[in-house]
């Protein structure tokens, strides 16, 4: 035999010397959820290990990822069935108890790195990311509404916001309204290749946020397709994305690969609830060890391409590899 693989695999130290793939907890983002009110952490029933926090808790929580070496977080709002809209309003008022929340964590914890997310669904009475009239998303009526959004965010001292609605031209929508109100250091990742995927369950379930009639297929991308994919990313580049998502990661691995070659500019992963509640779940039943399966899974994103992975395992992971 003139090649013996094996040899490169013999121990511990060599296998670790010419392992191709790193991953640490800087690479992790950590998605939360936020509620109002005061000492709350109500466990999300479809996404154990994941709670809705209130701000005072939340500030508790953050201190205790910062400790494992997690920095960026990205929050999302529970919002109120009442407080709900056509128009998304609360998302841009100066009651929102996220946008206070924001300014909060960032006043304590100056040094970490805060997302949002932008899209009418946390507030839209429609369940939709985007503006409905007559049963149809409108793009270039959304388009204002996600600016405020946005803006309202940037004043609240956000580091980077998400927008993840998929409207067309939001991305420049939103670039050109921030520096316009001089924010041009606040950054954008944008949710470009976001599928219409069966794997948003828990986390509807942890917003309240399904669609009240319909799907979100004539806005996010059919699992079919790679080069609309591309498409994608070649406008939110243009339109100046600083960073390009990928969402789910799992079913998408090809897709990560692929604008990681194509696009020199950072490219992210979103590892969606259900993908984590799938592992979550089997764990539960004791049908697979659960630091191997994360460990293999943010590993997999990290190898397709993805130089930060946002995942529910967050937390987890940092603790495991800390230990
Ligand atoms: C909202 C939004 C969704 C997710 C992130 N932002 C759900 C959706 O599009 O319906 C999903 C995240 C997850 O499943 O973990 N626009």
Redesign the pocket.
């Given at each position: 035999m003139e090649r013996r693989p094996r040899r490169n695999r013999k121990s511990a130290a060599i296998r670790k010397m010419v392992e191709e793939t790193k991953i640490g907890a800087e690479h992790l983002i950590y998605?939360i959820f936020l509620k109002d009110g005061k000492g709350v952490k109500e466990e999300i029933h479809s996404l154990p290990n994941n709670y809705r926090w209130s701000i005072d808790l939340l500030l508790k929580e953050i201190e205790s990822c910062v400790n494992l070496g997690i920095m960026s977080f990205d929050m999302?709002p529970a919002v109120e069935d009442t407080l709900k809209d056509t128009i998304a309003s609360y998302s841009y008022s100066e009651e929102n108890f996220y946008l206070k929340a924001i300014y909060q964590i960032k006043k304590e914890f100056p040094e970490i790195s805060l997302m949002s997310?932008v899209?009418m669904?946390p507030y839209s009475s429609d369940g939709h990311?985007g503006f409905v009239a007559d049963g149809k998303i409108l793009n270039d009526k959304t388009l204002p509404i996600l600016n405020k959004m946005a803006l309202a965010q940037a004043q609240a001292g956000i580091d980077i916001i998400g927008p993840?609605?998929m409207m067309d031209g939001r991305v420049a929508s939103i670039r050109n309204y921030l520096d316009e109100n001089g924010f041009t250091d606040v950054s954008i990742m944008s949710y470009t290749a976001k599928y219409a995927s069966a794997?948003?369950g828990?986390?509807?379930d942890a917003l309240n946020?399904a669609p009240k009639h319909g799907d979100?297929k004539t806005y996010?991308m059919n699992p079919a397709n790679k080069r609309e994919a591309i498409l994608e990313a070649e406008l939110d580049y243009l339109e100046g994305a600083d960073m390009l998502m990928v969402k789910p990661a799992l079913c998408y691995l090809d897709i990560i690969h692929v604008l990681k070659e194509n696009f020199n500019i950072p490219i992210t992963a979103?590892n969606?609830?259900?993908e984590c509640a799938m592992v979550y779940a089997a764990a539960e039943k004791g049908w697979l060890d659960y630091n191997n399966a994360i460990s293999e899974i943010l590993l997999s994103i990290r190898r397709a391409g993805a130089d930060a992975i946002l995942t529910y395992f967050a937390k987890d992971f940092a603790r495991l590899i800390k230990n």
């Amino acid at each position: 035999m003139e090649r013996r693989p094996r040899r490169n695999r013999k121990s511990a130290a060599i296998r670790k010397m010419v392992e191709e793939t790193k991953i640490g907890a800087e690479h992790l983002i950590y998605p939360i959820f936020l509620k109002d009110g005061k000492g709350v952490k109500e466990e999300i029933h479809s996404l154990p290990n994941n709670y809705r926090w209130s701000i005072d808790l939340l500030l508790k929580e953050i201190e205790s990822c910062v400790n494992l070496g997690i920095m960026s977080f990205d929050m999302f709002p529970a919002v109120e069935d009442t407080l709900k809209d056509t128009i998304a309003s609360y998302s841009y008022s100066e009651e929102n108890f996220y946008l206070k929340a924001i300014y909060q964590i960032k006043k304590e914890f100056p040094e970490i790195s805060l997302m949002s997310d932008v899209a009418m669904d946390p507030y839209s009475s429609d369940g939709h990311d985007g503006f409905v009239a007559d049963g149809k998303i409108l793009n270039d009526k959304t388009l204002p509404i996600l600016n405020k959004m946005a803006l309202a965010q940037a004043q609240a001292g956000i580091d980077i916001i998400g927008p993840s609605d998929m409207m067309d031209g939001r991305v420049a929508s939103i670039r050109n309204y921030l520096d316009e109100n001089g924010f041009t250091d606040v950054s954008i990742m944008s949710y470009t290749a976001k599928y219409a995927s069966a794997f948003y369950g828990p986390f509807r379930d942890a917003l309240n946020s399904a669609p009240k009639h319909g799907d979100k297929k004539t806005y996010q991308m059919n699992p079919a397709n790679k080069r609309e994919a591309i498409l994608e990313a070649e406008l939110d580049y243009l339109e100046g994305a600083d960073m390009l998502m990928v969402k789910p990661a799992l079913c998408y691995l090809d897709i990560i690969h692929v604008l990681k070659e194509n696009f020199n500019i950072p490219i992210t992963a979103y590892n969606v609830s259900g993908e984590c509640a799938m592992v979550y779940a089997a764990a539960e039943k004791g049908w697979l060890d659960y630091n191997n399966a994360i460990s293999e899974i943010l590993l997999s994103i990290r190898r397709a391409g993805a130089d930060a992975i946002l995942t529910y395992f967050a937390k987890d992971f940092a603790r495991l590899i800390k230990n």
